[in-house]
């Protein structure tokens, strides 16, 4: 298996303009995190999903941000309209079980509102 | 909720045994402990797991003492790609609570 595939890896956009970050799954697996990263806060779950159902996302900063999964091998992250307090390494990462399973990471998408 | 404290940085030398250690008072009952190594541009990798006592795999060890408030990462002779931060994370299945550590920055020096 590739792991988990996150796209793109380097996005850069304007203020007020609509971002969507996707991933990959690992085959199999049922559970599905989106995080934030930045220096200031670290790494911050935004939400968790769990057969394709949205079981915690009480992490979403704000009605800017929605996150989808409507199958079992894909889901998107939106933010509408970014702003560059955006700005951050969004993860994506899958695992076999719930939160206590090991966690599979991708190589994390790199946005920068300008 | 569980708090996670973890030192910022370290710095040890190649083959020297490294201990990280992570403060999580508040643990829950269902709470398991878990370390993550990350490289910079990459994702957070897992290392190793543990509910209590000691936890051994082919790269770590995990101690985790009777009252469970700390757990100490042990690194047995690390090289200069052990040079990475490592998280703390205290998570329980039973209410989904995922409390990461914001990270020890362990440097080895040849």
């Known amino acids: 298996d590739a792991g988990v595939i996150q796209s793109p890896r380097h996005e850069v956009t304007e203020m007020g303009q609509e971002v969507t970050l996707r991933c990959k799954p690992i085959?199999?697996?049922?559970?599905l995190f989106w995080y934030r990263q930045t220096m200031m806060r670290g790494l911050e779950l935004l939400i968790y999903f769990n057969n394709n159902v949205p079981i915690d996302d009480s992490g979403m900063p704000e009605d800017r941000f929605s996150a989808k999964m409507p199958n079992a091998s894909f889901s998107t992250l939106k933010i509408q309209p970014s702003e560059p307090r955006d700005s951050a390494v969004y993860f994506c990462a899958s695992s076999s079980g719930t939160v206590n399973t090991e966690a599979f990471f991708g190589q994390g998408t790199r946005l920068t509102v300008v | 909720l569980a708090k996670t404290t973890q030192p910022i940085s370290m710095d040890s030398y190649e083959g020297q045994e490294v201990n990280i250690t992570c403060s999580h008072n508040?643990?829950?009952?269902?709470?398991?402990i878990t370390w993550y190594q990350q490289f910079p541009s990459q994702g957070p990798r897992f290392i190793i797991q543990?509910?209590?006592?000691?936890v051994t795999n082919e790269v770590a060890s995990l101690f985790i003492p009777a009252d469970r408030k700390s757990s100490t990462l042990s690194l047995p002779r690390v090289s200069l790609s052990d040079t990475a931060v490592y998280y703390c994370?205290?998570?329980?299945?039973?209410?989904?609570?995922?409390?990461w550590g914001a990270g020890t920055k362990l440097i080895i020096k040849p």
């Open positions: 508040n643990i829950a009952t269902n709470d398991y």
């Open positions: 994370l205290v998570a329980a299945d039973s209410n989904y609570q995922l409390i």
């Open positions: 543990g509910y209590k006592t000691k």
């Open positions: 085959s199999g697996h049922n559970s």
